[in-house]
Structures are given as C-alpha cells and as structure tokens.
Nanobody, 119 residues
C-alpha cells in the first residue's frame, strides 16, 4: 500500500520562500512522475509544475520562481517556492505516479497543504 504525505506549508510574507515535500510512503520502489497543483476555495484546481523522466515543466505564473525536484533515495518530491506572492495563496496538492515493490503502478494524491502569503 502507498500513501502520499505532504508537508511544508505555512504562512510567509510576500517575497519569502517555502519548500513543500511530498513523500511516498509504503511499498514504494520508485516515484517516476509527479505534479503539483493548487486550489483556491471555490475555484478549480490549477496545475503548477510537473516532473517526468527528468523533464520539468511549469505554469507560466510560477516559472522562474518555483522548482520541482525529486530525491530518489527518499521517494520524495519537492516544490521549492521563492519570491512568493499573495496570489500564490492556496492549498497545494501533489499527485504522483509510483512503481510499487510488487511492480504495480499507483497513482494518488497527497492530502494537501495550505500556503498563505500575506504581510
């Protein structure tokens, strides 16, 4: 069984930084692809960044400020967020594709973590 557990959200001032983590826990062999999304209450979930086979992509609104990365040894995906703006305030969700130790594919979501950018 696999779970995706997020951490790292919080309150930060405009211009500040946060790093979100998404750890794949359980019978995990490899996290081979992942996405970060965000959602403001009452609005649709918005794609933010993706990682797949070493390729990374970003939404225009975060390119140059956010960085998605993977620590293969920890089965963890990160989202480094710099120069944060009030409009980055949202609940952030990770979505990952995992190969389990039983050689099955698992696709799931983290529980979400709140990021608030405010002075």
């Amino acid at each position: 069984q696999v779970q995706l557990v997020e951490s790292g959200g919080g309150l930060v001032q405009p211009g500040g930084s946060l790093r979100l983590s998404c750890a794949a826990i359980g019978s995990v062999f490899n996290v081979y692809a992942a996405n970060w999304y965000r959602q403001i209450t009452g609005k649709q979930r918005e794609w933010v960044a993706s990682f797949s086979s070493g390729d990374t992509r970003y939404a225009d609104s975060v390119r140059g400020r956010f960085t998605i990365s993977r620590d293969h040894t920890k089965n963890t995906i990160y989202l480094q967020m710099n120069n944060l703006k009030p409009e980055d305030t949202a609940v952030y969700y990770c979505n990952a594709n995992v190969t389990t130790r039983q050689w099955n594919d698992y696709v799931g979501w983290g529980q979400g973590t709140q990021v608030t950018v405010s002075s």
